[in-house]
């Protein structure tokens, strides 16, 4: 079945550092990939996506790339604020399917 | 602009009593899913909907049950609570066949079982 493997955390960054969560899946065919980002006691919003090979999903200053030759989509920020501080969860979606694999999730503290 | 509303936010039962979760999608999504985050841990697909009827099933227990209704709301109905079903309930609407279908989630209803 599918599933994504997901950067164990949690990850403390001072601002203005780089930030790197490394995510990998295993799926059947062409999955689309997903990163969610979800604020203290807030549901879980879509932060970017790339649906097919060498796609680079870009937002708020975050980047991944569908890389399905090693089948990853590490999140990348080159400078982190105190505001990005959340839990980030890498997630796919099948070809053949309409929900969505969740890894197990980052905490990303980002310290003034 | 709209986005998925969930009721209630914030629910506490007691063991062996039975919950209803409710979800309202963004308008004219017509495709309801719904997910399960434990604490500490990552959302599991529950269950999905569809145009009012069952789309796929993830590991949802028997003792729950849902349905989508025709103006596209959507209930969870939880019976015979157990402590292990503390969680944090999403529910997450969408559009089939977009470029990426992508899942739009509500905040969540945290369920507290004593």
């Known amino acids: 079945g599918n599933s994504v493997t997901q950067m164990e955390g949690p990850v403390t960054l001072s601002e203005e550092a780089f930030l790197t969560i490394n995510c990998t899946y295993t799926a059947t065919g062409y999955p689309s990939l997903f990163w969610y980002v979800q604020y203290p006691g807030e549901g879980l919003q879509l932060l970017l996506k790339?649906?097919?090979?060498?796609d680079k999903g870009s937002n708020k200053g975050f980047e991944a790339t569908y890389r399905k030759e090693t089948t990853s989509f590490h999140l990348e920020k080159g400078s982190v604020q105190v505001s990005d501080s959340a839990v980030y969860f890498c997630?796919?979606?099948?070809?053949?399917?309409?929900?969505?694999?969740f890894g197990a999730g980052t905490t990303v503290t980002v310290r003034a | 602009a709209a986005g998925v509303i969930q009721s209630p936010r914030h629910l506490i039962k007691e063991k062996r009593e039975t919950a209803t979760l409710k979800c309202y999608p963004i308008p004219r999504h017509d495709t309801v899913y719904w997910y399960q985050q434990g604490p500490g841990q990552d959302p599991q697909f529950l269950i999905s909907f569809y145009e009012k009827m069952q789309s796929d099933k993830g590991s949802i227990p028997d003792r729950f049950s849902a349905q989508q209704f025709s103006d596209y709301h959507s209930e969870l109905n939880m019976s015979s609570l157990e402590l292990g079903d503390s969680a944090l309930y999403f529910c997450?609407?969408?559009?089939?066949?977009?470029?990426?279908?992508?899942?739009?989630f509500g905040p969540g209803t945290r369920l507290t079982v004593l």
């Open positions: 790339a649906t097919k090979a060498d």
């Open positions: 997450a609407s969408s559009i089939p066949g977009g470029t990426y279908n992508e899942q739009f």
């Open positions: 997630a796919l979606r099948g070809a053949n399917d309409y929900k969505l694999s």
